[in-house]
């Protein structure tokens, strides 16, 4: 089965600094991946969608890569804050199939 | 855009009882999706919709559970026989989506929260 790996260890950053989060995936590309942030006890709420055929997309202060030869994807956050705490999780889509497949997650936590 | 809504928030239920949870899309959109989630992981997709046709349902998916979506409209999502270990976050989410790849983005309600006790 297609699966999405991310950290399950939280991520403790100082504000200003740019946190990277990190979502690894296995056996072949996914056509796209998305991000998600969530927030405790609301549902996840839509970031960015990059495409197996782009490298790089961006959106504000947020970034994201599609590496195909690690098979990893990097969720950037430049100049973050501490409103950016959240858990940030990661979804492969592929061909064929209708519904995304969802990482665990990884918490991040921006110090003040 | 009013977002998609889900009811009730919090389920308190006795092992054994069924529970039905609502959830409302956007109202243009024709794809809906039902989620668990557990905590510390993410979503895993349950089954989806298009319109009023169910066209997937999770392997994990055992038999106590059934969906409907009458009308393309509104779903429903039932437990029957509730255990323990259906303890969990129900999320629905929808999207506004042709063809066959998903290339859009999901919209999440906040969830009903399950607890059997």
């Known amino acids: 089965s297609q699966k999405i790996e991310q950290n399950s260890e939280a991520l403790n950053i100082q504000e200003g600094k740019t946190a990277t989060l990190t979502c690894n995936y296995t056996n072949y590309s996914p056509a796209y991946l998305q991000w998600y942030r969530q927030d405790p006890g609301r549902g996840p709420v839509f970031l960015l969608l990059?495409?197996?055929?782009?490298k790089e997309k961006r959106k504000e202060r947020l970034k994201v890569t599609f590496d195909t030869t690690l098979k990893q994807s990097l969720f950037h956050i430049t100049a973050s804050q501490p409103a950016d705490s959240a858990t940030y999780l990661c979804a492969r889509g592929d061909t064929g199939r209708r519904a995304l497949t969802f990482g665990s997650g990884t918490r991040l936590q921006v110090q003040p | 855009d009013t977002g998609v809504s889900q009811d009730p928030r919090h389920k308190i239920t006795k092992r054994g009882q069924n529970v039905t949870f609502r959830c409302d899309p956007i109202?243009?959109?024709?794809?809906l999706y039902w989620y668990r989630q557990t905590l510390g992981q993410g979503p895993e997709f349950l089954t989806y919709?298009?319109?009023?046709?169910?066209?997937?349902k999770s392997r994990l998916l055992s038999d106590r559970f059934s969906a409907e979506r009458p009308k393309g409209s509104f779903s429903t999502l039932e437990i029957q026989r509730t255990e323990q270990g259906d303890s969990a976050m129900y999320l629905c989410?929808?999207?506004?989506?042709?063809?066959?790849?998903?290339?859009?983005?999901?919209?999440f309600g906040n969830g009903t929260r399950l607890t059997v006790t």
């Open positions: 990059i495409r197996e055929n782009e």
């Open positions: 919709f298009q319109n009023e046709a169910q066209l997937e």
């Open positions: 989410a929808s999207s506004s989506q042709t063809g066959y790849l998903i290339n859009s983005p999901l919209h």
């Open positions: 109202s243009e959109h024709n794809r």
